[in-house]
């Protein structure tokens, strides 16, 4: 157990429909980044949030969104679902920087 | 932009052999580099890093050296074993980002 929580591990949903995902830290982390895995494109840096706020923004659809809550879980929502959004969905987290990233174990979206 | 190149996979190779896995990267300034690896149905573990140049990181039997003379991180091990079956992936922070770049990723299959 990394002591990164993502919920669900699997989710298979249909074209056109709404998700969410969502991501506990490890404790202490105030920083968490998602990721998607594809088979086409490998693993993209999809945005960064420290302590309730964007820091960063990476190669995400305007259909993806993502918050940081108080008490620091995450949540990436995911709308107008197509096919090709079908991929793993990781959620990393790190105290203050980059350096000590720990990654969840995933979520696997499917979308039929 | 920032990239990362892997060699590409899949490799295979017999229990007791020498292994390699290229890795180069491009980048501005003085990136820190990181090796991660993925077991079957997990998420990224990291397996060993380097700051700065010719830092040599080193985690269960596997090295990298920073050479940013030839922009290179390649992994080795000097005897694989079976349970070092996995999804191996190179991957960069450049200093001041928070993101990690990483490699299309090389699977390994060690065989008894």
């Known amino acids: 157990d990394s002591g990164v929580t993502q919920t669900p591990k699997h989710l298979i949903t249909a074209t056109g429909q709404r998700v969410t995902l969502r991501c506990s830290p490890r404790?202490?982390?105030?920083?968490v980044y998602w990721y998607q895995q594809s088979l086409d494109q490998g693993l993209q840096f999809l945005i960064h949030y420290y302590n309730g706020e964007e820091r960063a923004k990476g190669n995400i659809l305007e259909r993806f969104s993502a918050q940081q809550f108080p008490d620091l879980h995450s949540e990436l929502n995911l709308s107008s679902l197509e096919l090709g959004d079908s991929a793993l969905y990781f959620c990393a987290s790190s105290v203050v920087d980059g350096y000590g990233y720990t990654f969840g174990s995933g979520t696997r979206l499917t979308v039929v | 932009g920032n990239s990362v190149t892997q060699m590409e996979g899949p490799v295979t190779l017999s229990e007791e052999a020498f292994l390699t896995i290229n890795c180069t990267y491009t980048a501005t300034g003085y990136p820190s580099l990181f090796w991660y690896v993925q077991y079957p149905g997990e998420g990224l573990q990291l397996l060993l890093k380097?700051?700065?140049?010719?830092d040599k990181g080193s985690n269960k039997g596997f090295e990298a050296t920073y050479r940013k003379e030839t922009t290179s991180f390649h992994l080795e091990k000097g005897s694989v074993q079976v349970s070092d079956s996995a999804v191996y992936f190179c991957a960069l922070r450049s200093a001041g980002a928070q993101k990690l770049v990483f490699g299309q990723g090389t699977r390994l299959t060690i065989n008894p």
């Open positions: 380097a700051t700065k140049a010719d």
């Open positions: 404790s202490g982390d105030l920083s």
